[in-house]
């Protein structure tokens, strides 16, 4: 087992530069994502002066007057991008206690007609704060960086459980579908303000999360919830649906969860979701005999449905968590209530 911070491991991408340890990497990634899900990466790559440059512009960026974040509010995107405010975004039906700006991969409309799937709607541009100019370059180049990593790590996962490292390739080769979140969670002395956000699984492939040192992040285990301990310039890597339902269940998405902070500390994270081509489908691996014993189909939560069809998993998670949205651009939905 590779070496524990707390109760997490943590594994370091740069073996795989090396052949006399990229078998030992191996090993450590399939046992860690089997056994534990949650992991910290080093050796990933990314330059500490890009790390220091997105940590500043996610603080200036919630820094911003209230009025100028509310200007690209999410309820004004069909696309569930721009920023929402603290307690408007819903998980496990309560409010969650920060506020963020979601940015996606800066694409144009999908072509629609009465007959499109609205899941079709996911896809179009971001909003973007005028008063910060550079934040936007900033950001794609950020989201391009994450993405090559995020990638290389998927392939490794690949090889690590005796597929071929580009298995799943045919999902990320498209249009790119990735989302970067920027996240600030106030602290807060209200009983009633402690989810900062609540249980959930991520519904992409892999989420890359950057950390401050303000702690409240915990992963669910068969031991109960567990803190995730800030470790510095090192990525937090859990895995999606997506790879829970292509393994069938071997791998699984990990449950986790933010406790607001205490004190007068505010927490800041940044979060980068890989995730597959909305127009896909998820395939399910041919695992070899003994791990496919091991694979006991995804689990089943029926407040948390799973689907093959990557647009409808997507839109799934977007319709209960933002209602403003929902209710606006997705009438039909909302109407039905179904939506949880």
Do not use: C
């Not at 309820?75 to 307690?87: E, L, M, Q, V």
């Not at 005999?289 to 407040?303: T, V």
């Not at 997507?314 to 209530?337: C, D, I, M, N």
């Amino acid at each position: 087992m590779p070496k524990l911070v707390g109760n997490l491991p943590i594994i370091d991408l740069s073996e795989l530069d090396n052949n006399e340890s990229s078998a030992h990497f191996y090993e450590n990634l399939r046992i860690t994502a089997r056994e534990i899900g949650f992991f910290y990466l080093r050796g990933h790559g990314i330059d500490l002066a890009k790390i220091r440059a997105i940590e500043k512009q996610t603080r200036a960026f919630f820094e911003l007057p209230q009025a100028q974040k509310d200007a690209i509010d999410m309820k004004n995107s069909p696309h569930f991008r721009g920023y929402t405010a603290i307690k408007t975004e819903i998980t496990r039906k309560k409010l969650d206690y920060r506020e963020q700006i979601d940015i996606g991969a800066e694409l144009p409309v999908f072509a629609t007609n009465p007959t499109s799937p609205a899941w079709h709607k996911l896809q179009g541009p971001n909003l973007w704060p005028e008063s910060l100019p550079e934040f936007k370059p900033l950001i794609l180049d950020w989201q391009a960086s994450l993405r090559e990593l995020s990638i290389r790590l998927l392939r490794a996962f690949m090889h690590a459980l005796g597929q071929p490292a580009n298995a799943l390739d045919h999902l990320i080769d498209g249009t790119p579908a990735h989302l970067l979140k920027l996240i600030h969670y106030p602290s807060s002395d209200n009983s009633e303000d402690t989810q900062g956000v609540g249980a959930h699984k991520d519904n992409g492939i892999l989420t890359l999360l950057l950390q401050d040192t303000v702690g409240g992040l915990q992963v669910e285990t068969s031991a109960g919830w567990i803190d995730v301990a800030p470790v510095a310039d090192a990525f937090i890597i859990n895995i999606g649906e997506t790879l829970e339902l292509a393994t069938n269940g071997y791998l699984r998405a990990n449950v986790h969860r933010v406790i607001t902070p205490k004190h007068g500390q505010d927490r800041y994270s940044i979060a980068y979701f890989l995730s597959p081509d909305l127009t896909s489908t998820i395939p399910l691996l041919p695992l070899d005999k003994e791990l496919a014993k091991l694979a006991l189909g995804p689990e089943s939560d029926p407040d948390n449905p799973l689907f093959r069809s990557v647009g409808d998993n997507a839109l799934k998670g977007r319709l209960r968590s933002h209602l403003e949205v929902t209710k606006r651009f997705y009438p039909e939905q909302y109407a039905q209530g179904n939506i949880y």
